[in-house]
């Protein structure tokens, strides 16, 4: 089992940054790739970016591109997300995700461990 614990979150100005931290504990195992998911009042889950065990490869939601940036620790056992230039369309909770291997799935039922959540509100 892993467990995920989000920080960071709060309420910013349109055009603000915010950085989100997801520390893991349990077995941390290798190869695990990371990601993080938002979901907004009456909306689906949303794929955010995702990024692999090494680092080396990440993905990310169009829409985020240029604007934030998925990184992790792996000797912290931590994972972040940047948020630079956040807009109005970014309030939502925002979750980090985990599952075994190298993929990385944008689709959430491909993950098998979640954090609580966090909540994230840009003003306008």
């Known amino acids: 089992q892993v467990q995920l614990v989000e920080s960071g979150g709060g309420l910013v100005q349109a055009g603000g940054s915010l950085r989100l931290s997801c520390a893991a504990s349990?077995?941390?195992?290798?190869?695990?790739?990371m990601a993080w998911f938002r979901q907004a009042p009456g909306k689906e889950r949303e794929f955010v970016a995702a990024i692999t065990w090494s680092g080396g490869t990440s993905n990310y939601l169009n829409s985020v591109k240029g604007r934030f940036t998925i990184s992790r620790d792996n000797a912290k056992n931590t994972r972040y997300l940047q948020m630079n230039s956040l807009k109005p369309e970014d309030t939502a909770v925002y979750y980090c995700a985990a599952r075994s291997g190298s993929n990385l799935y944008t689709t959430p039922a491909r993950y098998d461990y979640w954090g609580q959540g966090t909540q994230v509100t840009v003003s306008s």
């Open positions: 349990g077995r941390t195992a290798s190869n695990y790739a």
